[in-house]
């Protein structure tokens, strides 16, 4: 990791800016959180096409739980293909720690793109970027059981099929949940003394749920999705620009503009591959977190057995009308603990809102080269 940052003092919340300037005191004594306001001029919208071109699809077995390795144009009818990018330098060695990217609800790997366009060059070396079964350019098939679990086995597959030894992995919004699980195997395959596989070095998870009891999402949202009204919402949000344009507004402040382009770009990216219908039949994973996994999936368990070996990082937003509740309770559950907090300003989509400043984040606690 980032030498000379390590993890702030008990009962702190981090106050570090991305100019690295320090809060004033009362942040530090967590009278307020930071709230980080610097802003960089942004780079040209990226096109959803731009975003998937340098990618591939490759072969998934749910099965097997592996990529499966064939032939060109030798695909087999009814394969699952999902899609990935990866981001190397074929000259640096196999040892490195990558940083994994696991894409948001609902608009997938894509909402990573303005993110990755602010990384500062080889800085962030080698980079995975993931697509579940059912986003972005990856397949999307309706008779699926999609869940958490069945995305961490993706995750994993992935890992092994690059040779990745060891990363850090970055995550937004419903990802929070399968790095959990992730974790959740490591502290498994940790305490049975069996090889883990990829070992994850440190997460950042933003906007995410960390604690089932803290979940908030309006009813107009996430639970209307899932009932029998979501699939008749979503099969409009995919015909019509103008109702899913009504559905992904309340994801964005209102101090945020929207513009004509970049909600075109992400509502290409949503609906590639009749991808809507995967809004309303994966959208239980707030349900799943509440009535299966409330234990497995809790993060002050979690960062209490794990945080001598992996590095622990929060962002939320201060507008964030869907998960406003889990920074609140990370900070009382652990903030006398150590755990890195951080706030950016506007609505959930900070990936959209924020790119330049979340980057800045990114670089400051993800691996660093000199490191490697």
């Not at 490591?186 to 003394?193: A, D, F, T």
């Not at 609140?328 to 790119?355: C, F, N, V, W, Y």
């Amino acid at each position: 990791m980032k030498a000379g940052l390590g993890t702030p003092p008990p009962g702190r919340v981090s106050s570090r800016r991305v100019n690295e300037l320090d809060a004033p005191n009362d942040c530090a004594r967590g009278h307020e959180w930071p709230i980080l306001k610097e802003v960089t001029k942004m780079k040209d919208q990226i096109t959803a096409e731009e975003w998937f071109s340098p990618g591939t699809r490759v072969i998934y077995d749910p099965v097997t739980k592996n990529i499966v390795e064939r032939a060109e144009n030798a695909d087999v009818a009814g394969e699952l293909h999902v899609w990935k990018r990866v981001e190397r330098d074929a000259a640096r060695n196999n040892q490195e720690s990558w940083t994994t990217f696991l894409p948001g609800f609902p608009d997938g790997s894509f909402g990573w793109a303005k993110v990755d366009q602010q990384l500062s060059g080889n800085s962030m070396m080698p980079k995975l970027y993931v697509e579940y079964v059912g986003q972005g350019d990856s397949d999307k098939p309706s008779g699926y059981s999609y869940g958490t679990m069945e995305r961490a086995d993706l995750v994993e597959a992935l890992w092994e099929a690059e040779g990745i030894q060891s990363t850090f992995v970055v995550t937004f919004d419903y990802s929070s949940l399968v790095v959990l699980e992730l974790l959740s195997r490591q502290e498994e395959r940790l305490n049975l003394g069996i090889d883990s596989g990829t070992k994850i070095e440190g997460v950042l998870m933003a906007n995410g749920g960390y604690f089932a009891d803290a979940h908030s999402h309006p009813l107009m949202t996430t639970p209307a999705l899932r009932s029998p009204l979501g699939g008749i919402v979503t099969w409009f949000g995919q015909r019509s620009r103008f109702i899913s344009r009504q559905l992904l507004k309340s994801m964005f402040s209102k101090e945020y503009r929207l513009t004509s382009a970049e909600f075109n770009e992400i509502y290409n990216a949503i609906s590639r591959r009749n991808g809507f219908s995967f809004v309303s039949r994966a959208a239980g994973f707030v349900a799943e977190h509440r009535a299966k996994y409330g234990e497995r999936w809790d993060l002050r368990r979690l960062y209490l057995a794990l945080r001598e070996s992996v590095s622990f990082h929060i962002v939320g937003s201060e507008g964030d009308i869907f998960e406003p509740n889990q920074v609140i309770k990370a900070r009382e559950r652990l903030g006398d603990q150590g755990l890195d907090i951080r706030m950016l300003p506007g609505g959930h989509m900070i990936t959209s809102e924020q790119p330049d400043q979340f980057a800045r984040i990114i670089e400051e606690v993800g691996p660093s080269i000199a490191a490697v």
